[in-house]
């Protein structure tokens, strides 16, 4: 499992700055739909009790109906442990030197992505909507010239402050790399200027 301690393929001097993960808002209507699920075979069994009493008190029925719930309900836990398991495992971890997006597809599929600070073009921090402007939470956008052109942060919380300090941790990057190719190639701090004639 990753954590801030252990990074994959971990630069030396890497610092975490942030450990992302979708605000925990995001996945309420989740365990307020497993609540609904579970309270529905109940609902059913006082249903058939009431208007239907010999179906329940079948010898021959009850423990079909037994497995029935018992096959729903581990259906039920199943895809509420899947759903936790991608709301957990997906994050976005922030160094000083690179960001590293891991995306939980499934309960066996995982997708990680890196960026260089200094491939960073552009950030966007995107709130929209009342319940995202009341609990501040939303999406950052990261605009890069790699491969991968884009990299989202979904629903993340305080997405503004995000955007900011990557914006910042991408300016010093660049120039650490600036300071390493002049270095490097031996360009002269400054450059004599052309004349005109």
Known sequence: MIDAHHLPNEIPGEQVVYFLRRHPITISNLIIGFGAMLVAPFAVFGILYAFMPEVVRDARLFPLIVIGGS????????????????????????????????????????????????????????????????????????????EKERFDFEDVPNPNQVAKVVMQLAEL????????AVEEFGVPDKMPKPTVK
């Open 173 to 180: 990057d660049r120039k650490e790399h600036l300071d390493e």
């Open 71 to 146: 096959i729903f309900f581990l259906f039920a836990w199943l895809f509420l442990f899947q759903a936790f398991i991608d709301y957990y495992l997906d994050m976005w971890i922030v160094t000083n030197k690179r960001i590293l997006d891991i995306e939980q597809t499934g309960l066996f599929n995982r997708r990680v992505s890196e960026l260089r600070l200094y491939r960073i073009q552009d950030v966007t921090a995107t709130v929209n909507g009342a319940l995202h402007t009341v609990f501040n939470y939303g999406n950052v956008e990261i605009q890069t010239a790699g």
